[in-house]
């Protein structure tokens, strides 16, 4: 029986360290979010978002915007933000209602407030192995690695998906730590050929069911990154947790998981940021 990932209560630690570290700053760090439209879905993760912010000890500045929001309007806020002492770093809630161009939109922030790790430099950085900041969700997968004292380094790495946000920084992070990363995604043929290799399998495709017993090697540590609702409506990743969690070592559960980590990795860049910002 595998052992269970509490990322809720790691991300509590994380949080609480990040509270601690900011204590000797001058002044308290601060977050703005901006949200565009009615997305219920985003407005829950901004909520979230804010609460962090208070159990932290940090300032939250919300930007509620109308659907309607031009892009001119919307860029103008951000130069406003960027230009703001008080606002350490800046995020933009995603996705963005249409006709808002959301690459323009991110490239807009201030690298050094970039927070959620979006903009091109600070990907470029990231690559390099010399990161302004560390992008959310992968590196609150790397923390827990790390808290149940998992090895990266001579491990077969499978990343399932290639997004910006998580796929492909994960597969960045996991090589910086001399794992031996694989990236599949929608075109990689047989993909239980390559998951069945994986020491360390990290799934971010936003498929229900996708990763079945069958696709898993034994002892493998198992990390679902996913948040989608199955047919019943309940929350659930990529992975089947019931047939898997007997094969593998480790397994993150959905929730409680890696979700509470991305958030708790926020507070960190944006102290990281404020440090920046006030010289300590």
Do not use: W
């Amino acid at each position: 029986m595998a052992v269970r990932i509490d990322g809720k209560a790691l991300a509590a630690k994380v949080k609480a360290r990040a509270a601690e570290g900011a204590k000797d700053l001058p002044r308290k760090p601060g977050l703005a979010v901006i949200l565009v439209g009615d997305n219920q879905a985003s407005r829950v993760y901004v909520t979230g978002k804010e609460k962090d912010c208070t159990e932290c000890g940090f300032l939250s500045f919300e930007h509620k915007l109308p659907a309607e929001t031009g892009q001119e309007e919307l860029l103008a806020l951000i130069d406003r933000l960027n230009r703001d002492e008080a606002v350490d770093g800046i995020l933009v809630q995603l996705p963005l209602p249409k006709g808002l161009d959301e690459d323009q939109v991110l490239n807009a922030i201030r690298p050094d407030k970039d927070v959620d790790c979006f903009h091109p430099f600070n990907v470029g950085r990231l690559v390099i192995g010399d990161p302004v900041f560390l992008p959310c969700t992968p590196a609150g997968v790397m923390e827990m690695l790390k808290e149940y004292d998992i090895p990266v380094a001579g491990k077969h790495c499978v990343v399932l998906g290639r997004s910006n946000i998580v796929g492909k920084p994960m597969g960045a992070l996991l090589l910086q730590q001399s794992g031996t990363v694989t990236t599949c995604h929608s075109r990689t043929p047989d993909l239980a050929s390559f998951t069945r290799q994986a020491d360390i399998l990290v799934s971010a495709v936003g498929r229900v069911g996708l990763v079945t017993a069958d696709m898993v090697k034994e002892g493998a540590v198992v990390i679902d990154v996913a948040m989608n609702r199955n047919a019943e409506g309940k929350l659930c990743g990529d992975v089947d947790y019931a047939s898997v969690e007997p094969k593998a070592s480790y397994i993150t559960p959905v929730p409680g998981g890696v979700g509470p980590m991305t958030r708790a990795m926020l507070m960190e860049n944006l102290l990281a940021a404020a440090r920046r910002h006030q010289g300590c």
